[in-house]
């Protein structure tokens, strides 16, 4: 395999260097708030471009690209952990929700049905995903602002990629409500 054939894992890997850099700035305090969210927009950007680049490429599947989306869950929980460990959500809230969501994902796992999964998860997640953006509104208001930007501008760039992972979580959705 070439290295241009390479690029969509590195940068399906560049996540889970934003994951540890983001756990790395928990001794900043709050005030890395907006370093975090910068590395979570260079994150979501990286998992707009690797898949896009890897049909692009015609390349064919490999572990990272089979694992695209627990890496982009990593990164949530990552930051997950930073706004808990920094107080700025409070530990009594942050910690038994994280616990318990990872447990009913894993759980989720026994079915041995990736949708029902990543339904599943997605909809976990879901509050860690925008929780760092509302947070900077207070703290670090142009972080909130440049999430804002890049929300609409993803929304803009990949609308169908959007109705995509919309469409796998009601998929899976169903499907989990199914059995």
């Given at each position: 395999m070439g290295k241009k054939e390479r690029l969509p894992?590195?940068?399906?890997?560049?996540?889970?260097?934003?994951?540890?850099?983001?756990?790395?700035l928990i001794p900043a305090g709050p005030k890395a708030l907006a370093a975090v969210a910068g590395l979570l927009l260079l994150g979501w950007t990286t998992d707009m471009v690797d898949g896009r680049l890897a049909r692009r490429l015609?390349?064919?599947?490999?572990?990272?690209?089979?694992?695209?989306?627990?890496?982009d869950m990593l990164m949530v929980l990552a930051s997950a952990v930073f706004l808990t460990a920094t107080g700025l959500v409070p530990p009594e809230v942050g910690v038994p929700y994280m616990c318990g969501a990872v447990l009913i994902s894993l759980y989720t796992l026994r079915?041995?049905?990736?949708?029902?999964?990543?339904?599943?998860?997605?909809?976990l997640?879901?509050?860690?995903?925008?929780?760092?953006?509302?947070?900077?509104?207070?703290?670090?208001?142009?972080?909130?602002?440049?999430g804002l930007v890049w929300m609409i501008l993803a929304l803009i760039l990949d609308w169908r990629r959007f109705l995509g992972v919309v469409g796998d979580f009601l998929t899976g959705a169903r499907a989990y409500f199914r059995h």
């Amino acid at each position: 395999m070439g290295k241009k054939e390479r690029l969509p894992d590195w940068l399906t890997a560049s996540r889970v260097l934003v994951a540890l850099a983001i756990l790395a700035l928990i001794p900043a305090g709050p005030k890395a708030l907006a370093a975090v969210a910068g590395l979570l927009l260079l994150g979501w950007t990286t998992d707009m471009v690797d898949g896009r680049l890897a049909r692009r490429l015609e390349k064919g599947p490999t572990w990272l690209g089979e694992h695209d989306f627990q890496i982009d869950m990593l990164m949530v929980l990552a930051s997950a952990v930073f706004l808990t460990a920094t107080g700025l959500v409070p530990p009594e809230v942050g910690v038994p929700y994280m616990c318990g969501a990872v447990l009913i994902s894993l759980y989720t796992l026994r079915f041995r049905d990736f949708l029902k999964f990543k339904s599943v998860t997605m909809l976990l997640a879901f509050p860690w995903v925008f929780t760092p953006f509302i947070l900077a509104l207070f703290h670090a208001p142009v972080a909130a602002y440049a999430g804002l930007v890049w929300m609409i501008l993803a929304l803009i760039l990949d609308w169908r990629r959007f109705l995509g992972v919309v469409g796998d979580f009601l998929t899976g959705a169903r499907a989990y409500f199914r059995h």
